[in-house]
């Protein structure tokens, strides 16, 4: 049934820009304060969705926050529900996310204003519990608002429309305990947010195939997480989809991590960020890897100096093996204001790099014996060839 061409006897309809799984959206007019609005009209009138929708403008109504669209008015027009919402001018992040792998800083700035949203959401008592990429608005400054509360419900509600052993939301997205059938908190928005985040950096889905199938992948394995991603995503999204929800973190530290300045931001960013996110630069802390060929080397030397003093030592046999400290230089090796990140550790070496089979050296007093030891055997024998010729002669 197409929507009446003016709803609650104020706002113009016009043309359709978009529609969800009960309702089509339009770009409308308020005349009375001369602005235009997304109509959100309800497609089927049924009572359960009438009575969800009705749901949606009373949630809706508790919200308002820059990460979720704000909701203007709401009415039935000729028995039809109808929400009167903020206009985005832009496009969802479904289409967006279709085109390839989105920027790295992109997804952050994306990712921390919808986590916020859903923080304050939360802070209400209201579940989303259909996060997707199509109900994620991008502005045109390059933020995100998170729309479309119709399927939400007031988490200490008795009463809710979506009750414990009905799943609802959209299958790749799910968390485990919506395809459980578990009730939903909001740890499971925490999830569909994770695995949303993942498929814009890599622009694979992470549990791909028909819906009952995509759904219950997620109850038998992970999602799989490149460690090619830049520093901090893995950890982040790692915790983000873990399968007990009590191991993820709530949606406002999502959002504080994102939108940090060092976290999940790779080590090496000392850059400013050119979408309007503020940033910080930071000194880097020399890391360990810049040492390991200064201390490489002192320890070569050490090793050499000491196979030297054994060949010195007093004494007729020398030890089979030698422990070594691993010493680090008083002088920085690495750049200005570069110190140990672990103290000195003795080490025993192994026998293949610092220990060899030391043959016996004859130290002064040996020397001396055996010389006089041969001086006395050339003595005997030169006696005994005189002896030898006395007799011939």
Do not use: C
Not at 155 to 174: E, F, I, K, M, N
Not at 229 to 242: I, K
Not at 286 to 302: E, I, K, M
Request: aromatic share 2%.
């Amino acid at each position: 049934m197409p929507a009446p061409r003016r709803l609650g006897s104020r706002y113009e309809v016009g043309d359709p820009i978009g529609h969800g799984g009960m309702a089509d959206v339009y770009r409308g007019h308020d005349p009375v304060l001369g602005r235009d609005v997304a109509l959100k009209v309800l497609r089927d009138t049924g009572s359960v969705d009438a009575r969800r929708f009705g749901d949606e403008a009373r949630l809706l109504a508790t919200l308002s926050h820059p990460g979720i669209v704000t909701l203007l008015d709401a009415g039935v027009t000729d028995e039809t529900p109808w929400l009167a919402l903020e206009l985005v001018e832009g496009e969802g992040l479904d289409l967006e996310m279709g085109r390839g792998p989105m920027a790295e800083a992109r997804v952050r700035r994306i990712g921390a204003a919808v986590a916020a949203g859903l923080d304050h959401a939360h802070s209400r008592g209201i579940v989303h519990r259909d996060v997707k990429p199509s109900n994620v608005l991008l502005t045109p400054d390059g933020s995100a608002k998170l729309t479309d509360f119709g399927i939400a419900r007031l988490a200490d509600s008795s009463a809710g429309l979506t009750r414990t052993g009905h799943t609802v939301g959209t299958a790749a997205y799910l968390s485990p305990e919506q395809v459980r059938g578990d009730t939903v908190i909001p740890a499971g928005d925490v999830y569909s947010l994770g695995l949303l985040l993942l498929e814009a950096l890599t622009a694979v889905r992470a549990y791909p195939g028909p819906p009952v199938e995509a759904a219950l992948a997620r109850l038998h394995r992970a999602p799989l997480i490149p460690a090619s991603l830049p520093p901090g995503w893995a950890s982040l999204l790692t915790t983000m989809t873990a399968s007990d929800a009590s191991l993820r973190p709530s949606a406002g530290e999502v959002a504080r991590r994102l939108a940090s300045p060092g976290a999940p931001v790779p080590a090496h960013d000392t850059g400013s960020a050119t979408t309007g996110m503020h940033t910080t630069a930071v000194a880097l802390a020399p890391t360990r890897r810049s040492r390991r060929p200064a201390v490489a080397v002192l320890t070569t030397a050490v090793l050499v100096v000491a196979a030297l003093v054994l060949l010195r030592l007093p004494g007729g046999e020398a030890p089979a093996s030698a422990e070594v400290v691993d010493a680090t230089p008083t002088a920085s090796a690495g750049p200005a204001g570069d110190e140990p990140t672990s103290r000195e550790r003795r080490a025993t070496p192994s026998a293949s790099t610092t220990s060899a089979a030391v043959t016996p050296v004859e130290t002064g007093g040996q020397a001396k014996t055996n010389m006089k030891a041969e001086q006395k055997a050339a003595k005997k024998a030169d006696k005994a060839k005189k002896k030898k010729a006395a007799k011939k002669a």
